[in-house]
Structure formats: structure tokens, C-alpha cells
């Protein structure tokens, strides 16, 4: 089954730019990267998602590796309501496969 | 208004008895899913299904039974053969864009059920 890797937790300071890191070197050329956040209390909420060139949104940016094992979730400037869970998931078809996330915390 | 309804929110039941989580929506959307959170986890896919009639097994699809008789709905079975079913279920529906391109996922609040 697809897995990404992320890191467990990251701290970041308000109003600064974030990068959250993920692996996912079993990626198959059909495969869409998507990211999802969950905040406390919350079910998941959508954020981005793309298949090979960068992707921008309201909320964020993707930045996906040329060899597509990798990608990078910015958050261009951190607010106090975007800590939460936030979930890399590497989509085979339709099925997507939810990890552990990464944890981000946003210091005032 | 457009949304996704799961009922009921709370539920208790006692073990070795069956129990039926509803999900319906109305977004028209093609495909539904199930998943299922644990305190301090991540959520886990048991069932998902892109078209009426037909659907898949996630990860943890043990001891969990599905239909999709109707495209707004999807109920899930939490049956007696399920272990440890005390959980948060999670429903969510999404548009299907291509064969390989799930669109966005939209989630309903979630049924949190707990085995006495």
C-alpha cells in the first residue's frame, strides 16, 4: 500500500513561512499527492494536492520534486490557526491512505 | 444545504451486538469512503466506493461490512467480528475528476461509537 513518511512534529513562529516535508518514494506515475489538515476536534480538512508541477491555493503551496518522491506543503506565513495535524497521502486512484502527519505547532 | 450527514453522533452498544452508522450526502458526488480514528492517531481507511454497487476494502476492513445501493449513501456495519470497534468514524465523499485524480474530500462530523 502507499506510504509517506513525515516528520512526527515541527514548531514554527507566527507570521513566518513553513515547510512541511514529505517522503513518499513508492509513488507511481498515476499517483496524486494530497494534504490534508485536521485541527483539534476537527475532521480533516482539504488543503492542496497536484501530481507533477508545483500547485498554488489560497491556502498553500505544493512544491513536488522532479523525481516525484518527495514533496513540500508552504504555509507562506504561519498563523496561530494553523496548528494542527497535517496529513501527506500519496492517492492511488481513489483510494487515500491517511499516515500519521506531522504535528505543527505555531509559537506567538 | 449541500453537505455530508452522519448519524448518529454518539452511539453505545453492547458487545457481540451489530450496529449500522449512516452516512448520506448530498454533493452528488461519486465516490464515499469510511475511516476510522483512534485517540492521538491518524485516521485508517476500512471501505470506499466510486460507483452504486460496487466498493473496495481499505486497510482495516475486518469485522466492517458496506453497501452502496444508492449513490448519496453509504452506511457502514460495525458487526460483532470487529475486535476493538470503540472508535471515532469518520465519512467522507469526494467528486471523482479522472480515474486517478480524487477530488477534493469533504467529511461529516463524525460518529464516535463506544462498545460497553
Known amino acids: 500500500d502507499a506510504k509517506t513518511t513525515q516528520p512526527n512534529s515541527m514548531e514554527s513562529n507566527e507570521e513566518e513561512p513553513v515547510h512541511l516535508p514529505c517522503n513518499h518514494s513508492t509513488i507511481s506515475g498515476t499517483d496524486y499527492i494530497h494534504w490534508y489538515r485536521q485541527l483539534p476536534s476537527q475532521g480533516p480538512e482539504y488543503v492542496i494536492h497536484?501530481?507533477?508541477s508545483n500547485v498554488n491555493n489560497r491556502m498553500a503551496s505544493l512544491a513536488i520534486a522532479e523525481d516525484r518522491k518527495s514533496s513540500t506543503l508552504i504555509l507562506h506565513r504561519a498563523t496561530l490557526r494553523d496548528a494542527a495535524v497535517y496529513y501527506c497521502?500519496?492517492?492511488?486512484?481513489?483510494?487515500?491512505?491517511f499516515g500519521q502527519g506531522t504535528e505543527l505547532s505555531v509559537k506567538p | 444545504d449541500g453537505g455530508i450527514t452522519q448519524s448518529p453522533k454518539y452511539l453505545f452498544r453492547k458487545e457481540g451486538q451489530n450496529v449500522t452508522l449512516s452516512c448520506e450526502q448530498n454533493l452528488n458526488h461519486d465516490a464515499m469512503y469510511w475511516y476510522r480514528q483512534d485517540p492521538g492517531q491518524g485516521l485508517r481507511l476500512i471501505y470506499y466506493s466510486q460507483i452504486v454497487n460496487d466498493f473496495q476494502k481499505g486497510d482495516i476492513a475486518e469485522g466492517y461490512s458496506v453497501s452502496r445501493e444508492k449513490k448519496e449513501s453509504f452506511p457502514l456495519t460495525v458487526t460483532s467480528a470487529q475486535k476493538n470497534p470503540t472508535a471515532f468514524y469518520l465519512c467522507?465523499?469526494?467528486?471523482?475528476?479522472?480515474?486517478?485524480?480524487?477530488?477534493?474530500?469533504?467529511f461529516g462530523e463524525g460518529s464516535r461509537l463506544t462498545v460497553l
Open positions: 467522507a465523499s469526494s467528486r471523482l475528476l479522472s480515474a486517478t485524480n480524487t477530488g477534493e474530500l469533504f
Open positions: 497521502i500519496q492517492g492511488q486512484g481513489g483510494k487515500l491512505i
Open positions: 497536484g501530481l507533477t
